[in-house]
Nanobody, 119 residues
Framework: QVQLVESGGGWVQAGGSLRLSCAAS????????MGWYRQAPGKERELVAA???????SYTDSVKGRFTISRDNGKNTVYLQMNSLKPEDTAVYYC?????????????WGQGTQVTVSS
């Protein structure tokens, strides 16, 4: 089993920045890919960013150039630096981990952290 604990959400004005952190514990040797999903009220959950243990990253188009995902394998922690935040980034952000790649059926999810961006 893998446990994921998120931190760093909160409230910020448009144009501001936040950094999310996700610390993994448990059988982490089984994990290759980690990242972040988000779900806004009334919307479907979407994959925001992902990163492999080798450092390859990917982003959804709406956050490219504004968000940066990084990973500290020594600390078993993944980060999401969010800059130039927009009101449409408001959502609950979930840390996710999987052996292969991230998907809705990935086995390991954090409890979620709220990010609110005011205009």
């Amino acid at each position: 089993q893998v446990q994921l604990v998120e931190s760093g959400g909160g409230w910020v004005q448009a144009g501001g920045s936040l950094r999310l952190s996700c610390a993994a514990s448990g059988t982490i040797f089984s994990i290759n890919c980690m990242g972040w999903y988000r779900q806004a009220p009334g919307k479907e959950r979407e994959l925001v960013a992902a990163i492999t243990s080798g450092g390859m990253s990917s982003y959804t188009d709406s956050v490219k150039g504004r968000f940066t995902i990084s990973r500290d394998n020594g600390k078993n922690t993944v980060y999401l630096q969010m800059n130039s935040l927009k009101p449409e980034d408001t959502a609950v952000y979930y840390c996710v981990a999987d052996r292969v790649f991230l998907r809705e059926s990935s086995p390991y999810w954090g409890q979620g952290t709220q990010v609110t961006v005011s205009s």
